[in-house]
């Protein structure tokens, strides 16, 4: 079993950033992908980025793509989520992700998830 916990949330202004963290426990997550989503009230989960074991692939959704920086770090059991340039639409919990093997866009490839971290933005 593999527990994730994230954390880096807030309110922001528009403009500005965010770091995302996302720590594993419970087990090593070695040959596991990372995936973020979003949520926003009234709206479906999303994909938002995703990220290969060995962190050589990284995969963005369009609307975030060239605002959003995803990472990782083995050593520590943890993936990290830069947000920049915030916009309102940002507005949302995000929520991390695990699963292993190969890496997906689909939240239902995914059977470990985070608790989520509501992120803010205001105009």
Do not use: H
Not at 52 to 79: C, E, H, I, L, P
Not at 94 to 110: K, P
Request: hydrophobic share 30%; net charge positive.
């Amino acid at each position: 079993q593999v527990q994730l916990v994230e954390s880096g949330g807030g309110l922001v202004q528009a403009g500005t950033s965010l770091r995302l963290s996302c720590v594993a426990s419970g087990r090593t997550v070695s040959g596991y992908a990372m995936g973020w989503f979003r949520q926003a009230p009234g709206k479906e989960r999303e994909f938002v980025s995703g990220i290969t074991w060995s962190g050589d692939s990284r995969y963005y959704a369009d609307s975030v793509k060239g605002r959003f920086t995803v990472s990782r770090d083995n050593a520590k059991n943890t993936v990290y989520l830069q947000l920049d340039s915030l916009k309102p639409e940002d507005t949302a919990v995000y929520y991390c992700a695990t699963r292993e093997g190969v890496y997906g866009s689909s939240r239902y490839m995914y059977p470990y998830w985070g608790q989520g971290t509501q992120v803010t933005v205001s105009s």
